[in-house]
């Protein structure tokens, strides 16, 4: 690199090409396009908006199925997690994996969070709670016959098992 480098004053330089940091121009670029977006745009308070809409969608789903006392939410406007149960009120990755299972069905991928981005309406928070509903349904099946019936597979192990 030192032929084409600055410590050799008079001596002829090699062109030297280095694409060292040529990836991070786009970077850049697109990081000034975000704060752009943020400067001029309230781009928290839509997410935040767009968060209450689903807890109070999800906590409604809840209730009507009767479900409080196995589905807790976590609610806070930013993200929402979900802590699933079995019929002993106990923690459960099989009732998890369960819910992960039916709203995939229902178009929906999710492992039992939801975390607002900009980009979700309020069409996207009717679509995610009509298949939460119809999920819940299937749920409340599970509670009174097994996860076990309904369930495609195994559930869904903790990533950290080995360290809780």
Known sequence: MELGGIRNEGKE??????????????????????????????????????GRSMIAACSKAIAENKLESHISLAAKDWMQAFIFKDAQETVSQGYRTLMMQEMIK????????????????????NYFAEAFNDSLKVYKRALEEGFEKYLVGQPAKAVFRKVL
Do not use: M, W
Request: hydrophobic share 40%; proline share 2%.
């Open 106 to 125: 229902r178009g929906v991928l999710f492992q039992g969070a939801f975390v607002p981005c900009y980009s979700h309406t309020q069409e996207d928070v």
């Open 13 to 50: 330089k090699v062109f030297l090409i280095s694409t060292t940091h040529g990836g991070e121009t786009t970077a850049i670029a697109a990081g000034l396009a975000t704060i752009a977006v943020f400067e001029n745009e309230d781009v928290i308070g839509h997410n935040h908006s767009i």
